[in-house]
Every structure is written in C-alpha cells, then in structure tokens.
C-alpha cells in the first residue's frame, strides 16, 4: 500500500533561527532578522513594525537579565495566516522576564499571545533557562 498526502491538507511552514550573544549590541541584528522574516512571510508593513517591536522589547529584557557570556536564541516560525516567535536565554534572577511592566504590555497589546516560562537554575547554564513565545496572526492582534 502506498502512502498519499494531499497538498491542501497540509499547511506549509518556515523556520528561521539565530543565536546571538545576550549583548545589548546584538538588537539591531535580531530587529532585522524580524523585519526581514515577516516581509518574506509577506505580512503587511504596519505588522512588520509591530513584530519587530514586540521582539525587541522581549529580546531586551532577556538581554538585560542574561547570565554574562550567555547566548540569546531566537526562533521565527511562521505559515500563511501567523507568525510564532520563541525566545530563549539564561537569567540570571528567578523572576520571569517584567511582565509588569510596560514593556510586557506592549508586547500584550500587539500580539495575539504571549508566554513566559522560567526553569529552575540550571548550574550547567549558571542561571535559570527562560522562554518567551508569542504569536502574531495575520490581520493584527485584533483579530481583524
């Protein structure tokens, strides 16, 4: 028996990763991977600028709270209708990035959702492994 799957059944998607150093030095650099990445998933220039922004307000506070000589790994997923973005690094405090703040606001204001998870320390990283993960869908956080 042969195997057959069909084309419209399965929904086509783009990974793109980097790992950086976690130095403030590197947002540029990530601000462009973003920028770059949803133009070429074809989102719309206004989405652009609000992806890019949600990026790098989570990319700098994980950057700002980064265990010294730690990398920042970045992570762009995207198929026709969304856009997941996961980024990771070692803290060095035991609090999940600033969601208090206005920072996290923002970034809750212009996604669909975000997700912040922190891990016990890890003596084999010399901090605590955090994860932030949020999704853009098409058409804006407003659903429309």
């Known amino acids: 028996m042969g195997e057959s799957t069909s084309q419209s059944a399965v929904e086509r ?3 793109i990763g980097v790992r950086v150093p976690a130095e403030l030095e590197q947002l540029t650099m990530l601000r462009a991977l973003a920028e770059t990445v949803a133009l ?5 220039i206004d989405e652009v600028v609000d992806i890019r922004l949600a990026l790098d307000e989570v990319a700098t506070s994980l950057i700002l ?4 000589g730690s990398t920042l790994d970045c992570e762009f997923t995207y198929n026709e209708n969304e ?3 996961r980024v990771a690094s ?3 405090s035991e609090t999940v990035v600033g969601q208090a703040g ?3 606001h923002i970034v809750r204001t212009l996604t669909q959702s975000i997700a912040a998870v922190q891990e016990p ?5 010399s901090g605590y492994p955090t ?3 949020f999704a853009w869908a098409r058409g804006g956080a407003d659903g429309g």
């Open 90 to 92: 070692a803290a060095v």
């Open 121 to 125: 320390f890890d003596s084999a990283v």
């Open 65 to 68: 709270d980064a265990v010294p």
């Open 102 to 104: 206005f920072g996290w």
């Open 40 to 44: 070429i998933a074809d989102f719309a």
């Open 83 to 85: 856009m997941f973005v």
């Open 131 to 133: 994860v932030v993960d």
């Open 13 to 15: 998607t783009t990974t």
